[in-house]
Nanobody, 126 residues
Framework: QVQPVESGGGLVQTGGSLRLACVPS????????MAWFRQAPEKEREFVAT????????TYADSVRGRFTISRDNAKNAVYLQMNSLKPEDTAVYYC???????????????????WGQGTQVTVSS
């Protein structure tokens, strides 16, 4: 069982940057599509970005495209979310997720992601 563990959240001012990291507890992320989601208070969890098994394919939500970058370092067994030009509406708990059932395929459906971290809080002050 793969268990993502997030880190890197915090408080930042509008226009600032943060870099989130996700590493596995248990089985590695090797061969798996990885994703970031977020959930703001009183809102549903929403998709942020995905990256395929080798980092060669990514997908972004319209709300973050051009500001956020998802990447992975398979040598370090880690996935990252670089967040630039942060806005107050980016305030949320950010979750790292893995599709642990499909290897070397690209997962694009929320339902494909079955392993979730505990989340890390990102707060952007205005």
């Amino acid at each position: 069982q793969v268990q993502p563990v997030e880190s890197g959240g915090g408080l930042v001012q509008t226009g600032g940057s943060l870099r989130l990291a996700c590493v596995p507890s248990g089985r590695t992320f090797s061969g798996l599509t990885m994703a970031w989601f977020r959930q703001a208070p009183e809102k549903e969890r929403e998709f942020v970005a995905t990256v395929n098994w080798n980092g060669g394919r990514t997908t972004y939500a319209d709300s973050v495209r051009g500001r956020f970058t998802i990447s992975r370092d398979n040598a370090k067994n880690a996935v990252y979310l670089q967040m630039n030009s942060l806005k107050p509406e980016d305030t949320a708990v950010y979750y790292c997720a893995a599709d642990s059932r499909h290897f070397y395929l690209y997962s694009s459906s929320v339902g494909d992601f079955d392993s979730w971290g505990q989340g890390t809080q990102v707060t952007v002050s205005s």
